[in-house]
């Protein structure tokens, strides 16, 4: 199998959950490359070629981050090949991770992957689903309302204080754009900085305005889902408990959480039995959530992580477990390639 996988940028990718599923797809035996969002080439009436990283001959990482090591190395092998070659795109990029003078690389993962499945690659998720939820907070407003905070997207600073009064003066509020714990503020009644918050994040767009959930302040849980499945291996599952820092409400890793160990609750299976169904049908193959109780607070179907928190509690990262639904997909292509689209193979179990 020949896999690519697409990052925002090579020199800046850090050695989170895409090189751990690159790691495994290398280990048994693919042909694995890396490409940066800036590396589609396009051509009149030639099909679309991509610069891309690989692994040196007789190479032998032994970890995950030894690997991007060699990859982001002068020892990596440089190519260009038509995206055609391929038989899976892996788009992971993040956009909300891109700065104001890279503009023109939110949108090109997601466009250029469409005219590469159009081209019989699969790729992974479905990229018409992704440009359909390409923000993935409003992707999350289309969700099942019972399973979610109430919630608000405006840039109307009335609308907002009217919600903030609704709320009994508490309330989350953070950028419709946005990944990481960036920009989210706690507001409450001691809040004196409330208008200067609003004016700040409506110079970057769309706020939302999020219903405080008490619990939140213990932490949230992260689920990886796969196949609108939870991820699972020898009765183990892909869900990590993301505790607060001190003096921060944040549970976010990137912000100073700490990742812990959890088991599954029946408030988890709700939820994910909820949304399964629509995740199916949408083709989003790997998808992360993020939940408080039996309330979902966020959606991540553009770049999920998590797999290196579960390595750092001691948990399977589930790996393998991702490359070997890929490796079937594959042979399903073979099998139904005339009868199935890439949406349908894209969660195929």
Known sequence: MKICFVVNSIETEGA???VYIMHEAWKRGHEVYLMGVGDFSFSQNEAISILCVTLPKKSEPATPEEN???????????????????DVLFI?????????????????????????QQEGVLVLNDAFALSHAFID?????????????????????????????????????KPLEGSGGRGVYLIDKNEKNLNQIIENLTK?????????????KEGDVRVLLLNGKILEKNGKFGIIKR??????FRSN???????????????????????????????????????????LI??????????????????????????????????????????????ELATMV
């Open 243 to 248: 505790k607060t820092s001190k003096g921060d």
């Open 298 to 343: 966020e959606i991540n179907v553009l770049s999920p992580g998590g797999l290196d928190g579960l390595a750092k509690i001691g948990v399977d990262n589930f790996s393998d477990v991702i490359v070997e639904a890929i490796e079937r997909k594959i042979e399903y292509k073979k099998h139904y390639e005339k009868t199935v689209n890439n949406r």
């Open 68 to 86: 991007l090591e060699l990859l982001q190395s002068d020892k990596a092998v440089k190519k260009k090949i038509k995206a055609t070659e391929l």
């Open 253 to 295: 890793i990137s912000q100073g959480g700490t990742p812990e160990a959890i088991e599954i609750t029946d408030d988890i299976r709700k939820i994910v039995d909820t949304i399964a169904p629509r995740l199916i049908r949408d083709g989003m193959f790997f998808v992360g959530l993020d939940a408080v109780k039996d309330k």
């Open 137 to 173: 907070k409003l992707y999350f407003e289309e969700l099942p309302a019972h399973i979610k905070p109430d919630s608000l997207i405006t840039r109307d600073k009335g609308e907002i204080l009217e919600f903030f009064e609704n709320h009994k003066k508490k309330m989350i509020l």
């Open 16 to 18: 989170g959950t895409t």
């Open 92 to 116: 992971r990029n993040n956009p909300t991770e891109e700065g104001t003078d890279r503009n023109w690389a939110e949108n090109a993962g997601v466009a250029f992957g469409r005219m590469i």
């Open 204 to 216: 970057e767009g769309y706020i939302i305005a999020q219903q405080y959930l008490p619990a939140a």
